[in-house]
């Protein structure tokens, strides 16, 4: 099975005179989840080629996550950030997005993370959320189920489900549902009995 191709974005304060005081730190935890994940031999990484810190910066890193063809994001979260950042990044990110946030006490990465989260479900964006030191087993087992199964999804949008009979026993239960299954997954069905 092919890597899994994930992008990484990192945010930070708004504010450039604090941005620059939190870049290293910042690349400290970025570099530290990449090398977990890429250590798993699951996964492939694309960093963002800057720490995020303007709405310019979240929508073109974002954009060329896209463009290299990621198949799931995490957006990462070591200090505080302005929430509105990944909103932009949002709208342009490979979908689905993992909100990921680092246990560093000394900054509040944590309600970064939350702040996002709370702006991503106002405007209607699913996330995920997961919390903790991604070197302790139990949080990495949490963030490669959901890499996993984002790249499946995005991996099965455009294939076909070949359908053979119709309902089986009169049951409605067991019967895929054409738009359901479009909408929700991007797959056809085609009836291979028609």
């Not at 957006?75 to 709208?91: D, E, G, K, M, Y």
């Not at 294939?159 to 239960?173: A, D, H, K, N, Q």
């Amino acid at each position: 099975m092919p890597k899994i191709k994930l992008g990484i974005l990192t945010f930070s304060d708004g504010r450039e005179y604090v941005n620059n005081q939190l870049r290293q730190i910042n690349l400290e935890f970025q570099e530290m989840l990449e090398q977990a994940l890429r250590s798993t031999g699951e996964v492939e990484t694309i960093v963002g080629t800057e720490i995020i810190w303007t709405s310019e910066l979240a929508r073109q890193e974002a954009q060329r996550l896209f463009m290299l063809g990621c198949e799931v994001t995490i957006f990462n979260f070591a200090v505080w950030s302005f929430p509105h950042l990944p909103t932009i990044a949002a709208q342009f990110a490979p979908k689905p997005i993992l909100l990921f946030g680092n246990i560093n006490p000394q900054y509040p990465g944590m309600v970064g993370l939350l702040a996002a989260a709370g702006a991503l479900d106002q405007i209607g964006c699913f996330h995920a959320r997961i919390f903790g030191d991604i070197r302790d087993p139990q949080v990495m087992r949490k963030v490669l189920a959901f890499l996993r199964a984002g790249a499946a999804i995005n991996r099965l949008r455009g294939e076909t489900f070949g359908l053979f009979g119709g309902r089986p026993m009169g049951m409605y239960t067991a019967v895929a549902n054409l738009d359901q299954w479009m909408r929700e997954f991007g797959i056809d069905v085609e009836h291979i009995d028609q």
